[in-house]
């Protein structure tokens, strides 16, 4: 069991770019978590899989972000054109998903995150 | 939608010294959870809470899930160096099937040695 893991650990780029991280859960974890932590603040969700299934967006994820899960395995997150505002920690995160019921929610395991600046 | 509020926002304390520190929400929970955070890493799970009034302990570590279901605790007893970082308290929003966690904005411990 080695983690969830993402790519890249760090990310520069001037306003206006693309960008996209890629996020690998721990093996056989069906639910896989988008979030997003700014300076001084907690982790606020972005979206959910159960497999290959987008289950939930929040809000915060606006026309210029966008989420996949092709295979129910590993999942990207692109943003496009870029704006400093997006400036923050991309955090993933994955759950096992089968052996639980709410209101007893998995437990999530945390990636180290993707930082990015936007110049 | 649910907000989580936890105080104090930084401690500076001693090696040794034991921590409180609290999260409130205007809402209730049927979870509470308690992340910390390193410099530049992911939050790992401390300690999760699933009734009220339940006061479960990991190590030095003791968490309470209040009896009103709007509040949690946690204590670190002797605090050592590696205690350093940034406290979470998180929570699924009570909503039927919700995954999601919302969390408050931290608690940041400073140890001196």
């Known amino acids: 069991d080695t983690g969830v893991s993402q790519d890249p650990r760090h990310k520069i780029t001037k306003r206006g770019q693309n960008v996209t991280f890629r996020c690998d859960p721990i093996s056989e974890h069906n639910r896989l978590y988008w979030y997003r932590q700014t300076l001084g603040q907690g982790p606020e969700f972005l979206t959910y899989?159960?497999?290959?299934?987008?289950?939930?967006k929040s809000r915060l994820l606006s026309d210029r972000f966008s989420a996949e899960r092709p295979k129910g395995s590993f999942s990207t997150l692109e943003i496009q054109r870029t704006e400093q505002g997006d400036s923050a920690m991309y955090l993933c995160?994955?759950?096992?998903?089968?052996?639980?019921?709410?209101?007893?929610?998995?437990?999530?395991?945390f990636g180290p995150g993707t930082r990015l600046t936007v110049l | 939608g649910q907000q989580l509020n936890q105080s104090p926002q930084s401690m500076f304390i001693q090696e040794g010294e034991d921590v409180s520190m609290n999260c409130t929400s205007s809402s209730i929970f049927n979870t509470w959870l308690w992340y910390k955070q390193d410099p530049g890493e992911g939050p790992v799970l401390l300690i999760a809470l699933y009734k009220a009034g339940e006061l479960t302990s990991n190590g030095r570590l003791t968490a309470q899930f209040g009896i009103t279901r709007k509040d949690s605790f946690l204590n670190i007893s002797a605090s050592i160096p590696s205690d350093v970082g940034i406290y979470f308290c998180?929570?699924?929003?009570?909503?039927?099937?919700?995954?999601?966690?919302?969390f408050g904005q931290g608690t940041r411990l400073t140890i001196n040695p």
């Open positions: 995160a994955s759950s096992s998903g089968t052996l639980t019921q709410w209101p007893v929610t998995d437990t999530q395991y």
């Open positions: 998180a929570g699924p929003p009570i909503i039927q099937g919700a995954q999601k966690l919302v």
């Open positions: 899989f159960q497999n290959e299934a987008q289950l939930e």
